[in-house]
């Protein structure tokens, strides 16, 4: 039976229409579903970075991290586990006003799990938290009796614990794309 891991990969790309489309039917063709993702601009103006979520074989992530950089926007892909990486979660959660006044334990919710405020309003607040999936979750669940009225997390982000040698191949791009 194959070892299934969980992996981060990494996708450093010129940000062009339609690249999304093209790496998911990668992803797709081979019936792998995403965990998590997110996109946000790297440490190189104009190059963007994915962080894509997946648990797989390490013979399927190599394959995959391979297709992905055929790419033609693709400057570079990588791919690291858990243990290679530094990596968190954000989450919002809205839960109606009435609680956090009327209910002591909410209070007490908020403070140990390391969530914070972030605006209060005569209807609703709102809580922020950013930590593991699994910190996030114990929130969700700890706040549903409370009247958890809406709920959303993001895709993991993540950096390595070692160099990865990106940042002399996006200053060699970016010098390219200059002249």
């Known amino acids: 039976m194959s070892d299934f891991t969980k992996y ?26 995403f965990i998590s993702l997110s996109t946000s601009q790297s440490e190189i ?9 997946v648990k797989m074989t390490e013979a399927g992530v190599k394959k995959i991290v391979q297709q992905i950089e055929k790419q033609i926007d693709v400057i570079r892909a990588y791919y690291h586990t858990d243990e290679e990486t530094i990596f968190q979660e954000s989450a919002l959660y809205k839960v109606k006003s ?21 605006t209060v309003s005569p209807d609703f607040f709102v809580i922020e938290k950013t930590g593991f999936r699994h910190e996030t979750e114990e929130l969700r669940e700890s706040l549903e009796p409370f009247g958890l009225m809406q709920f959303v997390r993001s895709g993991r982000i993540s950096i390595t614990k070692e160099k990865m040698g990106i ?5 060699t791009f970016k010098q390219q794309h200059k002249d």
């Open 98 to 118: 009435s609680s956090l006044f009327e209910e002591r334990q909410i209070q007490n919710t908020i403070k140990n799990s390391n969530a914070n405020i972030v």
């Open 45 to 53: 103006p104009d190059v963007f970075r994915f962080i894509i979520v």
């Open 167 to 171: 940042s002399e191949i996006l200053n």
């Open 8 to 33: 981060t990969i990494s996708i450093y790309t010129e940000n062009n229409i339609g690249l999304l489309n093209r790496v998911s039917a990668i992803f797709l063709k081979r019936h792998i579903n």
